[in-house]
């Protein structure tokens, strides 16, 4: 099997349990609570900020300038179409840019941004390439899930849509791809590396949902 095959069989008792949790399960029937949806909005998109920063030195890592082309589109994309989706649903909530400033990621979502963030400085290019492919490709499984059996006027749809389109599928399978190309030609070490970081990443983001179906924030 590709890298990819292998680490999805190894995570798919955490994908299962990130499918089924309380969060998606809700945001599929349009039962979340707006308070939930609202704290997650928010922190998803101090998180989005992070994760083109990530994208970006992975860009500057890669070894070819397809990979860089790659890597700087997915940035920039992620950026576009995320960034519309939060300001869409920041109108909805009432959120205010002030608002946004004012509120501190939370530790879950400081702790995923962080860790991207070292990863992608530390590691090598296949590394972070396997730390990113979390975010791209359970967000794609989670939206088409919940897309085949969505409540008809449900009032998170627009986030539905985006993650189950044909759009972010495509970007997701350049992902794929590159992660499977590098994990072939890399080292046994290197490989296993690939392997922690997608598990590590993955985990995360169970708890990032979980975080916001609580509205989790610091403790003290």
Sequence with gaps: MSFCETVWSENSALYRSIVEMPFNQELRDGTLQPSAFRHYIIQDAHYLEGFARALALAAAKASSSDQIAMLASSAAGAIHVE?????????????????????????????YVSSLIKIAVTEDFPTIVAALLPCFWIYMQVGKSIHRSSAPAN????????????????????????????AASS??????????????CARLEWMFWDSAYHLRKWPV
């Design 83 to 111: 960034r519309g989706l939060h300001e869409s649903y920041f109108q909805l909530f009432d959120i205010s840019p002030a608002e946004f400033a004012d509120t501190q990621p939370t530790p879950v979502c400081d702790h």
């Design 155 to 182: 009032p998170y749809k627009a986030w539905i849509d985006t993650y189950a389109s044909a759009e972010f599928e495509e970007a997701v399978q350049r992902m794929i791809t590159l992660a499977d190309g590098l």
């Design 187 to 200: 080292s046994k070490n290197t490989v296993r590396a690939m392997h922690r970081a997608f598990t590590q």
